[in-house]
């Protein structure tokens, strides 16, 4: 089957359970890579550490959210 006739037939289907295929798919493709896992927990862990020997500032986080939505 390809990709044009699975659209046909998911066009065919009610909206609610379009949006159930719409949301399998999706989480078909977020299946974590092991490596870059990794490399976040490696990173985390690294931030962690140079926050607790004083080497990065912390603030309110109210302040930060502020910072966020000026972007």
């Known amino acids: 089957?390809?990709?044009t006739e699975i659209?046909?037939?998911a066009r065919k289907l009610?909206?609610?359970d379009?949006?159930?295929l719409i949301d399998?798919?999706?989480e078909s493709l977020d299946e974590p890579d092991p490596a870059i896992e990794a490399a976040?927990?490696?990173e985390a862990q690294d931030r962690l550490a140079a926050y607790e020997r004083g080497e990065l500032p912390a603030g309110p986080i109210e302040e930060?959210?502020?910072k966020v939505r000026a972007l």
């Open 7 to 9: 659209l046909e037939s």
């Open 40 to 42: 976040w927990l490696a």
């Open 24 to 26: 399998a798919l999706l």
């Open 64 to 66: 930060l959210f502020a």
């Open 18 to 20: 379009r949006l159930h």
């Open 1 to 3: 089957m390809t990709h």
């Open 14 to 16: 009610r909206p609610v």
